[in-house]
């Protein structure tokens, strides 16, 4: 989906639209219907994208200011360079030859590499234009690639020549009362239109000469005056000739674009609203409210027919046919974190939740969401597929478990509590009739009946929060983790609730079954790997994995990386196939796969070389379990402690202290939660 920040591009062709996700580029085949995202990434979060006339060449800049050339069509990069300063706009000359880059309150041109040699210095500077007096924000060429228009944040436009003209100097646009977000030329270039961000529009066309002002109706004497040729834009005396302000009541201008062949402006508002222009009679064609955040970027593409929009606080990608008023794509990523995933069992869907209380089902062909589920009113914690039937389920902490039917696209099932508890953690057996829910705050497991929703059983035994959830491949175990540092197996069909706990001396954090159901692996909060005998009921073998795993450290952290609690420890496991290799991933950027009867690591992949790590961090239960879970040990032990004390006293102190106790017990867990 469209990325936190950068712009969006369209094709030359316009078939496809360009977007950043993250470090990254992603590119939506609005025909095909398909979406693919480039191996290469940038070291930071992309801040702009440009893609040359021929859509030979992508230039993409992160938010550091570090470009990377690459080949479109192949998706290799050609070679790395840096700006030095963060860029706000990138632009390539309609020609090709030349691109133009925002250098503080200056603007680099550069010469163009040649897509096809492996040069050593590809970027060659042509020349530097100064002039504003603070950061440039955009750059539009002329049609002949002789000119450009640069806008500023010192609320004035400017029109340079690319190269030299004797006698001319940088034409100044100044008149607007706040920030010019962006100027255009029309398509015959005689005029120009500068838009600033409290909403006003000015069109800027030839002054008239003295000898015609003195006679208004004298149009051939006119006519004559004006400049001609090549040059004409320089030799132009510009002035404003008319004023017009879109006058939306307590907004401000976000983002713009115009398309001189059909002298169409579109512009996105802060509050959410699109508004579509004809220039330059000023005449509102369409408005409309895609959200209620503001619209940080819109292109339109080449043939004029579809406009595509970015919202970035809500990880929005829509694109908008505006003559038949219909959507040709509208996606959007979770508003907050993402929790969890689960691949279904054909492995062609990916259900994810998150802290919005959204769950989106995608397609792992397309790439596309194509149903989003919006009934939980608190953060999603876990979503787990069926094995058979086309059927998703979630748990979440407003207490509710949800089943859904992927075919009819509703919820058809609530489960619940007899008392209202959060959460954390959810299973589902191989035939898809039973689902279990662990707790974080009553440190139960609760077990429905799919068929009917009622409340089958309520194991009971831990000490803390259930962590984590699994059925054996069989369906008659239930294996379940906790924070207070045992796994529990319970056979859910029999009728003895007698279990003998696996203790590890560490806060578990994820179980996952091997595929003959004869072995459990364990990750626990010291970063250790524990495999379990589910028949002879004991340990086997143990991997230690905190270095495997460890990843570095945020640019804010003030500890080091080898310092950090955070990012050593294994969140989640999965078997392969066979059994043979076992594959984990945490809260960092490295997954690692073992040799489940060796113990010795096979491979360790790194899924982000994201430096800002805006991808690879999930925040809420998923993250935050881990750093408090000890904390939590601590504070039971404390309490255990405390409640030992309490039997010392006399009956009477012994009620009040106890009644406190509770109730420091009911805020502990509530701020907790």
Not at 126 to 153: E, K, M, N, P, Q
Not at 568 to 588: E, H, V
């Amino acid at each position: 989906m469209y990325s936190r920040q950068g712009n969006i591009v369209f094709t030359p062709d316009g078939s496809s639209v360009l977007s950043p996700v993250g470090n990254r580029v992603s590119v939506f085949d609005l025909v095909n219907n398909k979406s693919r995202t480039f191996p290469f990434e940038n070291r930071h979060n992309v801040s702009a994208i440009a893609l040359s006339p021929d859509a030979n060449i992508l230039v993409s800049v992160d938010e550091e200011g570090r470009a990377l050339l690459v080949n479109f069509k192949r998706g290799t990069t050609l070679h790395h360079f840096n700006f030095k300063k963060p860029v706000e706009d990138i632009q390539f000359s309609p020609d090709g030859k030349y691109i133009a880059v925002t250098h503080g309150p200056h603007v680099q041109v550069w010469k163009t590499p040649n897509h096809l040699l492996r040069e050593f210095a590809p970027f060659i500077l042509h020349r530097t234009y100064t002039g504003h007096h603070d950061d440039v924000l955009s750059i539009r060429w002329s049609a002949d690639s002789r000119f450009f228009l640069t806008t500023s944040r010192d609320m004035t436009a400017r029109l340079y020549t690319l190269d030299p003209l004797e006698g001319y100097r940088p034409k100044t646009f100044a008149g607007h009362k706040d920030i010019i977000l962006r100027a255009y030329f029309s398509s015959d270039h005689k005029s120009i239109y500068t838009v600033s961000r409290d909403g006003a529009v000015f069109e800027w066309c030839q002054k008239p000469s003295e000898r015609s002002a003195e006679d208004d109706s004298d149009e051939e004497m006119l006519s004559e005056n004006e400049p001609k040729g090549p040059d004409a834009i320089a030799l132009t005396r510009w002035g404003i000739a008319k004023r017009h302000y879109f006058n939306q009541a307590h907004t401000k201008v976000t983002s713009c674009t115009f398309h001189p062949p059909s002298n169409l402006l579109v512009v996105g508002f802060s509050s959410g609203v699109f508004g579509l222009w004809e220039l330059p009679d000023f005449v509102n064609i369409h408005t409309l409210s895609i959200s209620q955040e503001r619209i940080s970027s819109c292109a339109i593409s080449p043939s004029g027919e579809w406009l595509a929009f970015g919202a970035k606080k809500l990880g929005q990608l829509l694109v908008w046919e505006w003559q038949s008023e219909s959507y040709v794509l509208k996606q959007q990523g979770h508003y907050f974190d993402m929790n969890t995933l689960s691949y279904s069992a054909d492995g062609q869907k990916v259900a994810t939740g998150g802290d919005d209380g959204k769950v989106k089902v995608w397609n792992t062909t397309s790439g596309f969401c194509f149903v989003t589920f919006s009934d939980h009113t608190a953060a999603v914690s876990t979503v787990e597929f069926a094995k058979q039937g086309q059927v998703l389920f979630s748990a979440s902490l407003d207490g509710t478990v949800r089943g859904y039917d992927l075919i009819r696209y509703r919820n058809f099932r609530t489960f619940t509590s007899p008392t209202p508890v959060q959460f954390s953690a959810l299973a589902v057996d191989p035939s898809g009739e039973v689902v279990a829910a662990g707790s974080t705050d009553s440190f139960e497991v609760f077990m429905w009946s799919v068929q009917t929703g009622k409340l089958l059983d309520v194991l009971t035994g831990h000490e803390a929060p259930i962590s984590c959830l699994a059925f054996s491949p069989t369906g008659n175990i239930l294996v379940s983790g906790s924070w207070d540092e045992s796994v529990r197996l319970w056979s859910v069909f029999g009728r003895s609730r007698q279990v003998d706990p696996f203790m590890l001396g560490s806060e578990v954090l994820a179980v996952a079954f091997r595929p003959d159901g004869r072995e459990i692996a364990v990750s626990t909060l010291s970063g250790q790997i524990a495999f379990w005998d589910t028949e002879k009921y004991k340990q086997t073998s143990l991997i230690e994995g905190r270095k495997d795993v460890s990843g570095g450290r945020k640019q804010d952290d003030r500890v080091t990386a080898a310092n950090s609690a955070s990012g050593k420890a294994f969140n989640s496991l999965a078997y392969t196939a066979d059994g043979s290799c076992l594959i984990g991933g945490g809260k960092s950027k490295y997954v690692v796969i073992y040799d489940a009867r060796e113990g010795v690591m096979v491979k360790k992949f790194q899924i982000s070389e994201n430096l800002a790590l805006l991808l690879a961090h999930g925040r809420y239960l998923r993250e935050r379990s881990t750093e408090f879970a000890s904390v939590f040990r601590a504070l039971q032990r404390g309490i255990s402690d405390f409640q030992t004390a309490i039997a010392k006293t006399s009956d009477e102190n012994t009620s009040t202290l106890a009644y406190l106790v509770d109730q420091g017990k009911l805020r502990g867990e509530a701020r907790r939660s």
